[in-house]
């Protein structure tokens, strides 16, 4: 099992910058992909953004590309980032990172297709 840890979330200005983290400890030589996911109040978990080992790719919702971008620290290989720029009032929710283990799998924004969650974080940008 993968326990993940997300954090860095905070109230922010619109249009300006947060990053968030996910780390990652106990089997994580299991994950294929890490995925962010977002719920505001009354309202689904949505896709925001996912990377891949398996095809070296991001995946990003139509909502957040150009703003948001998603990577992984090569030195901590259990650490993923979502970097996000230009953020607006419509970003507020709690964020959520994922991780998943099926190889070869591309539906990044299928929650289902993930295995672990973590505990969420609050992004808050104030309109």
């Known amino acids: 099992q993968v326990q993940l840890v997300d954090s860095g979330g905070g109230l922010v200005q619109a249009g300006g910058s947060l990053r968030l983290s996910c780390a990652a400890s106990?089997?994580?030589?299991?994950?294929?992909?890490m995925g962010w996911f977002r719920q505001a109040p009354g309202k689904e978990r949505e896709f925001v953004a996912a990377?891949?080992?398996?095809?070296?790719?991001?995946?990003f919702a139509d909502s957040v590309k150009g703003r948001f971008t998603i990577s992984r620290d090569d030195a901590k290989m259990n650490t993923v980032y979502l970097q996000m720029n230009s953020l607006k009032p419509e970003d507020t929710a709690v964020y959520y990172c994922?991780?998943?283990?099926?190889?070869?799998?591309?539906?990044?924004?299928?929650?289902?297709?993930?295995?672990?969650w973590g505990q969420g974080t609050q992004v808050t940008v104030p309109s």
């Open positions: 106990g089997r994580t030589f299991s994950s294929n992909y």
């Open positions: 994922a991780a998943g283990r099926r190889r070869f799998y591309s539906d990044y924004a299928n929650s289902l297709g993930y295995d672990s």
């Open positions: 990377i891949s080992w398996t095809f070296g790719s991001t995946e």
